[in-house]
């Protein structure tokens, strides 16, 4: 500890003498760092800019293809007739049944962790294995999935096991929010409840999950942003592309817009690849819409609550 | 006692966390076992063709892994440096106005789905760096990767940000006071200081890349080929699982359980790639409090 | 005795924090609790409602009894013990609700649930804090459009809600401006004819204002324990003399 200490100060020291003998060409650096401002500034909007002029060419080429056809059709092989109208109701009842499945398990694991949980071995071993399971690639969950619910308990090809996979997919995000939101609860609230007599969950749930709930809800919304994105899981649990009616149970076969658009993309004639830009605007309406509730929420949560 | 029925419910839900985690090791582990009783482990990695599709089956991984690989140094190549540069932007140099704008802006690239990363790189920038490289291929590790490099650089620059505000105020004040430059404080003094918070971000853009799919499976190609070569189709570890999965494999046939067998190989190794960040994370934290 | 302490020893894991502390309080009396930062005045306030017991790895010797009964007992039910403590904090601080759901809160979690005994308790909570006629018209506007000084008195008002019997004051006006600290201390006069008071403070004019006794802590020790007069006039150890003449902490 001293050691990294000393050396590294005796780096600071080394850099600041060598800034030292180079005093005279101080007019160089000057120039160089403001060079380098610009450079900063145009590095960060390079990747927007990027995004902007793709979106740009996506609606030249798909602006037109979208009217109510598109929104109402089934499924075709002929691309001028294909419509996206069992994918996006297949993303909705994804959507609905994912956050029903994942909201309360993910808010309950979190607040036991925060508010119950006593720095121990066991608690440690939690933290860090929720940690891991955010790193683990989507696809493995598809795994998951695919041979847990799908075949051992049976639950098929249909929206259920794409939903319960997917919550899993989405638990640590929501866990890790859901604590970064009680957190931003003071101390001196869960206090002030005890001291009045009340019992621990009653202080959890009438003091300190309604002033965390906006927080909540950001990290739920854009952690459902992302399950509405996701491709790769549902294509291995073997949800399809081509599904020529609306699910109405959730133990129906279904599709979702990621996979109607990695379908289309896959094919080689130019109209189904519009098509799928098309259908890219308007997944991309729905998760940019998502984002765009979950930033004025934290915007509005964080204006309205000062403690 | 209804408080403690609650806590129990509590903890309950908080277990299924570790059971997730049993419960993919579990599914992984079985059906590797079985594949591996068909397949000796000795091939899987060091044969050099991987053809569990054709007739004539060969079972290397190694060509799924270096392409993986190529695609996932080309979005390193792309993501880490100019991360990196955002991010001593965003710390050191940008308005605190522009900043706050730019910096919710630039979340705006994590949260575009992969599947539409995939059409950008198959549709729009492989053609135009074929205007540049005629000799590229339809499929190619190039384009992805570098659409891949533009899909991670939020997670990079923000990592990488949170590494520079980890380093003591004294380093910087002490070059600023010697009349360094923003540059040269930045580059000499704190990039140095930050190295292990930086690494951190590499680590975990890298554990990142391995496992992106759709971009990938849609602009990289489908043919696995041990190759560094980023102008010619290949395929990815995580393409394959795809391939299989939308096809008609018989399930517990031989094929089927390659997929197991390549997300096992996913999993283990994503699986170290982001416990070595954990563990550097903790150091550098533990060094600067 | 309303409160008795007997050879109280506190400890954060392996730091004693409390040394052997004795003391007595009577029924509707005012006590205040001064001392130098740290020297235990506010641990040993958070005892008596057992607020300690929410850290993890304290640990208490010696015994506490309110109308003689050991509250550390193994039957005690901690919830209730709570409920006839009424605390107020150091700073001000409501729930981020109503002012009226902030003062019915306590009763609800305690199982009162008719209407009609909600408003009225919450009126003559309110009352009883000299609050109603300030926010009697606002009741259903959220607690943080209160001044800091409303605030407190408030979460007095929130305390007394409960019909407890003590009522523990930690700093209750050092969060707040002159004026607003007057009106508190205005509050605890009147208030000590149906409560017994515990105050911590680190104001000396506040302790000599309000209490009747007044304890001297220091370095976990009760130094001296007297007639509030008594004890600021004419000091029986040095390091009180020392303390209150503020020739240190």
Not at chain 1, 11 to 29: D, G, H, P, T, V
Not at chain 1, 53 to 76: C, K, M
Not at chain 1, 274 to 285: D, G, K, P, Y
Not at chain 3, 152 to 168: D, G
């Amino acid at each position: 500890m001293i050691n990294e200490k000393s050396q590294k100060s005796i780096r600071r020291q080394k850099a600041l003498s060598e800034r030292l003998q180079k005093i005279s060409k101080s007019k160089f650096y000057l120039i160089q760092d403001e060079v380098f401002k610009y450079f900063g500034l145009f590095c960060t909007i390079l990747g927007i800019a990027v995004l902007i002029v793709f979106l740009f060419n996506l609606f030249v080429t798909a602006g037109s293809r979208i009217d109510w056809g598109f929104l109402t059709n089934l499924p075709s092989r002929r691309a001028a007739k294909a419509g996206i109208y069992t994918a996006w109701v297949g993303t909705l009842w994804i959507l609905v049944l994912t956050t029903i499945i994942a909201l309360p398990i993910g808010i309950a694991a979190g607040v036991y962790l925060e508010e119950y949980n006593k720095k121990n071995r066991f608690s440690s071993l939690l933290e860090v294995n929720i940690a891991n399971l955010a790193g683990v690639p989507s696809i493995v969950y598809g795994l998951l999935g695919l041979e847990l619910f799908a075949r051992f308990i049976g639950t098929g090809e249909s929206l259920l096991t794409g939903a319960l996979t997917l919550a899993l997919l989405i638990l640590p995000v929501i866990i890790v929010s859901t604590r970064e939101a009680l957190k931003t609860v003071p101390y001196t609230i869960r206090e002030a409840s005890y001291a009045l007599g009340a019992t621990k969950w009653q202080t959890i749930w009438n003091q300190v999950l309604p002033a965390s709930l906006s927080g909540i809800f950001t990290g739920m919304i854009l952690a459902l942003s992302r399950a509405v994105g996701e491709t790769a899981p549902l294509i291995v649990i073997g949800a399809l592309a081509f599904v020529p009616f609306v699910p109405t149970s959730v133990f129906d076969s279904f599709t979702v817009l990621p996979i109607q658009i990695f379908n289309w993309v896959s094919r080689p004639q130019k109209e189904f690849s519009v098509n799928a830009a098309a259908a890219i605007i308007v997944l991309l309406s729905i998760t940019f819409m998502m984002n765009g509730i979950a930033v004025y929420l934290r915007h509005r949560w964080q204006k309205k609550i000062k403690w | 006692m209804k408080e403690k029925i609650i806590e129990k419910l509590l903890l309950f839900c908080a277990l299924l966390t570790i059971f997730t985690t049993l419960g993919i090791i579990a599914v992984l582990l079985i059906q590797s076992f079985n594949f591996f009783k068909e397949v000796s482990f000795f091939d899987f990695v060091t044969d050099t063709e991987w053809t569990p599709l054709f007739s004539n089956k060969r079972y290397g991984i190694l060509p799924l892994l270096s392409g993986t690989l190529l695609t996932t140094l080309i979005a390193v190549l792309v993501a880490v440096p100019i991360g990196l540069i955002i991010a001593i932007y965003l710390s050191e140099y940008a308005p605190k106005k522009v900043r706050s704008i730019l910096k919710p802006s630039l979340e705006i690239l994590a949260a575009v789905p992969t599947v539409v990363y995939g059409y950008f790189a198959l549709v729009y920038v492989t053609p135009f760096l074929q205007s540049i490289f005629p000799s590229l291929s339809g499929f190619n590790s190039l384009s992805p990767g570098l659409m891949m490099g533009i899909m991670i650089l939020p997670l990079v620059s923000s990592l990488s940000e949170d590494a520079l505000y980890a380093v003591p105020k004294f380093l910087k004040e002490g070059s600023f006071a010697l009349g360094a430059t923003r540059f040269q404080t930045a580059w000499k003094v704190m990039v140095p200081a930050a190295f292990s918070g930086i690494a951190v971000s590499v680590i975990l853009a890298i554990s990142r890349a391995i496992g992106e799919t759709m971009i990938v499976a849609i602009a990289a190609g489908q043919q696995p080929r041990l190759t560094f070569n980023p102008f010619v189709p290949v395929e990815t570890a995580t393409t394959y699982i795809v391939q299989v999965s939308s096809g008609d494999v018989p399930h517990d046939s031989i094929e089927y359980r390659t997929i197991f067998a390549v997300g096992m190989s996913l999993f283990v190794i994503t699986l170290i790639l982001n416990n070595i960040s954990f563990w550097l994370k903790r150091k550098y934290q533990a060094t600067y409090s | 005795m309303k409160i008795e302490a007997k050879n109280v020893k506190f400890f954060y894991g392996q730091d004693q924090v409390l040394k052997d502390i004795s003391m007595s309080i009577k029924k509707n009396t005012v006590t205040a609790l001064i001392g130098p930062s740290g020297c235990g005045k506010s641990t040993f306030l958070r005892l008596f409602n057992r607020m300690n017991d929410l850290i993890e790895g304290a640990r208490l010797e010696g015994e506490i009894l309110i109308d003689g009964v050991d509250i550390y007992n193994k039957n005690i039910n901690v919830n209730e013990l709570r409920k006839t403590i009424g605390m107020v904090f150091q700073k001000p601080n409501p729930f981020p609700k109503t002012i009226y759901e902030n003062v019915a809160y306590g009763l609800k979690v305690n199982g009162v649930s008719d209407k009609n005994i909600i408003e009225e308790s919450v009126e003559q909570s309110l009352k009883q804090a000299a609050l109603w006629e300030e926010v009697k018209d606002k009741l259903k506007k959220s607690a943080f459009a209160l001044s800091g000084g409303q605030q407190q008195r408030l979460c007095i008002a929130r305390a007394l809600a409960v019909k407890p019997s003590i009522l523990l004051m930690d700093e209750p006006a050092s969060a707040l401006d002159p004026i607003s600290s007057i009106k508190i201390e205005e509050l605890i006069y009147q208030l000590k004819s149906s409560y017994t008071i515990l105050i911590v403070t680190h104001n000396m004019q506040q302790a000599s204002r309000t209490s009747d006794k007044t304890a001297f802590f220091y370095m976990g020790e009760l130094v001296e324990f007297d007639d509030t007069r008594t004890l600021f006039t004419n000091p029986k150890k040095e390091r009180t003399q020392n303390y209150i003449t503020g020739r240190f902490g």
